[in-house]
């Protein structure tokens, strides 16, 4: 967000240019990523899953923050891509860079499939089918027992050293590295979506869905477009936990995992991009904080902080700082 | 002699009382005004839980709770109306969404906290225990009960929507909203009644479901599912849609576990979706 | 007789038993400068809307230069170079209008699902939508959220989106519906220095307006024609005088 003074001189085109331009404080961002390595080796396990659940809410970013699209199941992707890449592992070879991309594209073409379906409906109906297609897939995943260990969990996954040189350590030394890796390439990738044509198309339809065709728009194109990518991206994110953790356990499907990336989500700030990133940092952090506190109570104070979020900072964390700053900038 | 089938069929419909009981209040506060409200089932436990209290701490009689069941949850949900669910009217989905589902979760830590996490047993009165014999089937007296409470509650709920005042002026804030208002109907007052009502019911669902299903925290999220599935197969405001689209479920369900238990709820989730695949707005909805 | 660019033929639409389109015949010839007017509730947003698809009719046919569109769906009309704006802003609310314009010309170019392109290099495409907005007056807006903007800017934003699918057939629903008075002109000014070549249909209720700026004027009572012919045909109609001038004028 240009100031207003700064752009009237500016072209368009330079205009637009800007709004995709590397700001400084992104590059702090990711360069900070790196200081667990120095600063908290022991807790690099946790720094790897907090990539891994940013990875998972940036796939959902992609669909609820840019294009509106409420999801409730989410996490069948993610947990769809853990058990391919895990199956894979164990049927084929445990090569891991080649077994993400297995699970990345096996999750893609079921959500290619689901895209079908979601892009037809909208609203309650979006919400309900989201929701069902998860459970579903969790009870198929259930009851194959005999390719996924049912509730026993995916066991025997064994995962090659990355490039043949680096071993899953027990620090999670190569663990967090690999997954950073892998998110900081996706992010690249979905930053320059974001910066589209297409992604311009899809704020499109997040702002005004009845517009999109008055304007020769195919909102439902777009629509399974990027439910493909996403699913792809939370694929991604659930093959990246099946190879670092070296198992796959039935709640990787869950209802809860559902619902907890929307809520880090909408707790960073949607449709920001970084909004994913921070709220999955800030939820994973707290949550290890607090893992002396029961999780009955844990959801509680999760409720009371959604309650907050909706009744006082619409925007997430992101979208109120970016507020503040404004406010700052104006005196 | 009628086969075992017909067993599994009229416990499937007992158990689809119960659903239609708990989401019948959900379809039509969502037809009115197309507020999603998934903290529905909490209001459901906390009847629940009003009856489990009233019976073990204050040793009433089973029945004499349930309509205090149901005025529990009634006053309850009118107050967080009032407070929270008014501002968000307007909202998008996923505000509604968040708020609500984040009242389902404390919901469910405030009674852990309360009741902990085990089951909450109740005795029912001895008589409604045990079965009787039909035609070689045996019936459970309590499901025969709760298919009495089913049907009377769709005729009584069918006869105040089809003639009294109250009754047409839901209809017509369901039917078109904006002519409502037009023509002088309270639209937000009578929105707060069948709220109310919508939650009573579920109250007293809750309350009549210990017996079924057992009562633990985690009730306000596990029945919340299929109070979604059953609002959105039978059609947003649609109270025929609820009664047909919670005994669908009701049995499919029981007939699942019954024949195909390695499947789990597999069977119910797959209704759902091909339904909607099917009518997009459910079986008895117009939208 | 010139060419036909837009024509309906025996439209029917009801809802229930209230029918909103009755047996309607029109031709829009190439470069036609037509009003739509009728009291409230005569069914003109609902032509509108069947001959841009949003409806479906119950029966009848719909050809857009000769070609039936009556099965397509809205986008593909919007294609085919039919395009509408809205009695009720129908806006990108969060978008600046150089991002809303900019994104209507690349659906139009076929470029809006290239996800990996950076869209600043789409020069042309960018440059294209800042030239539609300057012609409106809007270039000085461009950056400003279109939420943000003066409500008479937003009247024209609704114009300036539909020109950028380069229709060839352009349906107005009261451009300048809650625009006061003295601002009106300035909307309308606008729509009578659009190119010759597009064909216009607008609605509007004041009849100064439509008198200026319409050859042709088509009166709608109870989603049925009720008469059709020059402004001064209309103006000397009595009966039109009966259902429609007769009664006060509507906002």
């Given at each position: 967000m240009t100031t207003l003074d700064a752009s009237?001189?500016?072209?368009?085109?330079?205009?637009?240019?800007?709004?995709?331009?590397?700001?400084?404080?992104?590059?702090?961002?990711?360069?900070?990523?790196?200081?667990?390595?120095?600063?908290?080796?022991?807790?690099?396990?946790?720094?790897?899953q907090i990539a891994i659940t940013a990875l998972f809410a940036l796939s959902l970013d992609l669909i609820l923050g840019y294009a509106g699209i409420v999801s409730l199941g989410h996490a069948a992707f993610f947990g769809f891509g853990a058990y391919s890449a895990g199956i894979f592992s164990k049927f084929a070879w445990s090569e891991p860079i080649s077994g993400l991309i297995a699970a990345a594209l096996l999750t893609g073409l079921l959500g290619y499939a689901s895209s079908f379906i979601i892009s037809r409906f909208r609203h309650l109906t979006l919400i309900m089918i989201t929701l069902g297609l998860g459970l579903l897939l969790k009870e198929a995943a259930n009851s194959a027992h005999w390719l996924t260990g049912?509730?026993?969990?995916?066991?025997?996954?064994?995962?090659?050293?990355?490039?043949?040189?680096?071993?899953?350590?027990?620090?999670?030394?190569?663990?967090?590295?690999?997954?950073?890796?892998?998110?900081?390439?996706?992010?690249?990738?979905?930053?320059?979506?974001?910066?589209?044509?297409?992604?311009?198309?899809?704020?499109?339809?997040?702002?005004?869905?009845?517009?999109?065709?008055?304007?020769?728009?195919?909102?439902?194109?777009?629509?399974?477009?990027?439910?493909?990518?996403?699913?792809?991206?939370?694929?991604?994110?659930?093959?990246?936990?099946?190879q670092t953790t070296q198992t796959v356990a039935l709640e990787v499907l869950s209802f809860e995992r559902s619902a907890d990336v929307v809520v880090m989500l909408v707790l960073g700030g949607a449709g920001r991009l970084y909004g994913g990133l921070i709220g999955a940092a800030v939820y994973m952090i707290a949550r290890d904080q607090f893992s002396g506190i029961a999780p009955q109570y844990w959801y509680f104070w999760i409720g009371a902080l959604l309650v907050m979020v909706v009744t006082l900072l619409p925007n997430g964390i992101l979208g109120g700082l970016s507020k503040l700053l404004k406010r700052w900038s104006r005196r | 002699m009628l086969p075992p089938v017909f067993g599994v069929l009229f416990d499937g419909i007992a158990y689809g009382m119960l659903l239609f009981l708990l989401s019948v209040g959900m379809s039509v506060t969502l037809g009115l005004m197309n507020f999603v409200n998934l903290a529905h089932c909490a209001f459901a436990m906390f009847g629940a839980y009003v009856t489990v209290v009233l019976m073990k701490d204050f040793h009433w009689n089973f029945f004499a709770t349930l309509p205090m069941a149901f005025a529990a949850s009634a006053l309850v949900s009118v107050v967080i109306e009032r407070i929270l669910y008014r501002r968000l009217?307007?909202?998008?989905?996923?505000?509604?969404?968040?708020?609500?589902?984040?009242?389902?979760?404390?919901?469910?830590?405030?009674?852990?906290?309360?009741?902990?996490?085990?089951?909450?047993?109740?005795?029912?009165?001895?008589?409604?225990?045990?079965?009787?014999?039909?035609?070689?089937?045996?019936?459970?007296?309590?499901?025969?009960?709760?298919?009495?409470v089913g049907i009377a509650v769709t005729v009584l709920l069918v006869l105040t929507l089809e003639h009294t005042r109250f009754g047409a002026q839901v209809r017509a804030a369901v039917d078109n909203q904006r002519m409502a208002r037009g023509i002088g109907i309270d639209v937000d007052r009578t929105f707060a009644i069948t709220f109310a009502l919508g939650s009573g019911l579920?109250?007293?669902?809750?309350?009549?479901?210990?017996?079924?299903?057992?009562?633990?925290?985690?009730?306000?999220?596990?029945?919340?599912?299929?109070?979604?599935?059953?609002?959105?197969?039978?059609?947003?405001?649609?109270?025929?849609?609820?009664?047909?689209?919670?005994?669908?479920?009701?049995?499919?369900?029981?007939?699942?576990?019954?024949?195909?238990?390695?499947?789990?709820?597999?069977?119910?989730?797959?209704?759902?979706?091909?339904?909607?695949?099917?009518?997009?707005?459910?079986?008895?909805?117009r939208r | 007789m010139?060419?036909?660019?837009?024509?309906?033929?025996?439209?029917?639409?009801?809802?229930?038993s209230l029918a909103v389109a009755r047996d309607i015949n029109i031709d829009l010839p190439v470069g036609a400068r037509y009003a739509l007017i009728g009291p409230n509730g005569a069914g003109k947003t609902t032509l509108i809307n069947l001959m841009t698809g949003l409806l479906t009719p119950n029966a009848g046919q719909i050809t857009l230069g000769g070609e039936d569109v009556t099965a397509l769906r809205p986008q593909a009309r919007v294609k085919r170079g039919l395009a509408r704006t809205f009695q009720i802003n129908t806006l990108f609310a969060g978008l600046n209008?150089?991002?809303?314009?900019?994104?209507?010309?690349?659906?139009?170019?076929?470029?809006?699902?290239?996800?990996?392109?950076?869209?600043?290099?789409?020069?042309?495409?960018?440059?294209?939508?800042?030239?539609?907005?300057?012609?409106?007056?809007?270039?000085?807006a461009c950056y400003q959220t279109t939420r943000e903007l003066p409500y008479g800017r937003q009247r024209l934003l609704e114009i300036a989106l539909a020109l950028a699918t380069k229709p060839k057939v352009l349906l107005l629903d009261e451009p300048a519906a809650g625009v006061p008075v003295e601002e009106s002109g300035e909307i309308f000014e606008v729509v009578a220095s659009l190119s010759d070549e597009l064909t216009l249909l607008f609605i509007e209720h004041d009849m100064h307006v439509v008198f200026r700026f319409a050859t042709h004027i088509i009166v709608l009572v109870g989603g049925a024609i009720f008469t059709q012919g020059s402004p001064a045909e209309i103006a000397a109609d009595p009966g039109v005088r009966e259902v429609y001038l007769g009664t006060r004028k509507h906002g």
């Open positions: 009237r001189a500016l072209t368009p085109q330079a205009y637009m240019q800007g709004l995709s331009r590397w700001q400084p404080i992104e590059i702090i961002f990711w360069l900070a990523t790196l200081l667990p390595f120095w600063l908290f080796p022991t807790y690099l396990s946790l720094a790897s049912g509730s026993d969990g995916l066991q025997g996954v064994s995962i090659a050293p990355v490039f043949g040189l680096f071993k899953f350590d027990l620090y999670g030394r190569t663990a967090y590295g690999y997954s950073l890796g892998v998110l900081f390439i996706v992010f690249l990738f979905a930053r320059r979506l974001i910066n589209s044509p297409f992604g311009l198309a899809l704020r499109g339809i997040r702002e005004n869905f009845v517009r999109m065709p008055a304007i020769g728009a195919d909102s439902r194109a777009h629509i399974r477009k990027v439910y493909t990518i996403s699913a792809i991206v939370a694929g991604i994110a659930g093959a990246l936990l099946a | 009217y307007r909202a998008t989905d996923l505000d509604q969404v968040l708020l609500t589902i984040g009242l389902a979760f404390m919901s469910v830590a405030i009674a852990a906290w309360f009741f902990g996490t085990t089951q909450q047993p109740i005795a029912v009165p001895s008589y409604m225990r045990g079965s009787i014999g039909f035609l070689g089937l045996n019936l459970g007296i309590y499901r025969l009960f709760l298919v009495a579920a109250g007293l669902g809750g309350a009549l479901a210990i017996e079924i299903v057992g009562l633990d925290p985690q009730f306000a999220l596990v029945y919340l599912v299929y109070v979604l599935i059953i609002v959105s197969v039978g059609g947003l405001g649609s109270i025929a849609g609820s009664f047909a689209a919670a005994c669908l479920i009701g049995v499919s369900d029981i007939a699942g576990k019954y024949y195909v238990p390695q499947l789990g709820s597999f069977l119910i989730y797959l209704v759902m979706v091909a339904v909607l695949m099917w009518r997009p707005a459910g079986l008895f909805g | 010139s060419a036909v660019a837009l024509s309906a033929r025996g439209l029917q639409k009801s809802f229930g209008p150089l991002e809303a314009v900019t994104l209507a010309v690349c659906e139009r170019r076929g470029i809006a699902d290239r996800f990996w392109q950076n869209i600043a290099g789409n020069k042309d495409a960018i440059e294209e939508a800042y030239g539609i907005l300057a012609r409106l007056k809007l270039g000085d």
